[in-house]
């Protein structure tokens, strides 16, 4: 249908364990829905071998249910070669990395996606200072806050979309 909004395609990337972000991710994604911004959640976010890894997993497909997301999110807990992620990811518009408070130093899946060239939103964290300057900075950690923080990248979705077809129309018309 001609009247939709372009679709903004997300994606997560990682090995899923709990300070990620991810069940955050997922109610902004659901608070975008509710806003009527049309985006799709690609979670390329691997199995950890350990329980809390299970656990996380199964939590956030939980959640997607209780959300009525299924259609908007997508879990791949895969594990895929460094070739095959960086694919995946370079179909997405925008890799978003919502942790939460960590102890960790620095994100090693930050800069795989960066290698993508998909640009890449993080939390306000001290794990991401090394990236800072590579990366769009989310306004928080909040669900509310990573939505919001995604925003502008919709509407840049729409505008480019809407300047792709005026000059295709532009075109036709010559």
């Not at 690609?42 to 299970?54: F, G, H, K, R, W």
């Not at 993080?122 to 669900?143: H, K, M, Q, S």
Request: with cysteine.
């Amino acid at each position: 249908n001609s009247g939709e909004k372009p679709l903004l395609k997300i994606a997560s990337f990682g090995f899923f364990l709990p300070h990620k972000g991810l069940p955050e991710l997922v109610e902004a994604v659901l608070i975008l829905k509710k806003q009527g911004q049309a985006c799709h959640l690609l979670m390329l976010n691997a199995q950890y071998p350990a329980e809390v890894s299970a656990d996380a997993i199964r939590s956030v497909r939980e959640l997607i249910k209780e959300l009525g997301l299924e259609a908007d999110v997508a879990i791949d807990t895969g594990f895929y070669s460094n070739e095959q992620s960086l694919q995946l990811l370079a179909e997405a518009d925008l890799a978003v990395f919502p942790y939460q408070e960590t102890g960790e130093s620095a994100s090693g899946a930050v800069r795989q996606a960066s290698a993508s060239g998909t640009p890449g939103a993080v939390t306000p964290l001290a794990i991401f200072e090394d990236v800072r300057a590579a990366t769009y900075t989310l306004p928080g950690c909040t669900p509310i806050d990573i939505a919001a923080g995604l925003m502008p990248w919709i509407h840049a979705k729409q505008t480019s979309q809407a300047e792709e077809v005026t000059h295709k129309m532009v075109e036709a018309k010559k």
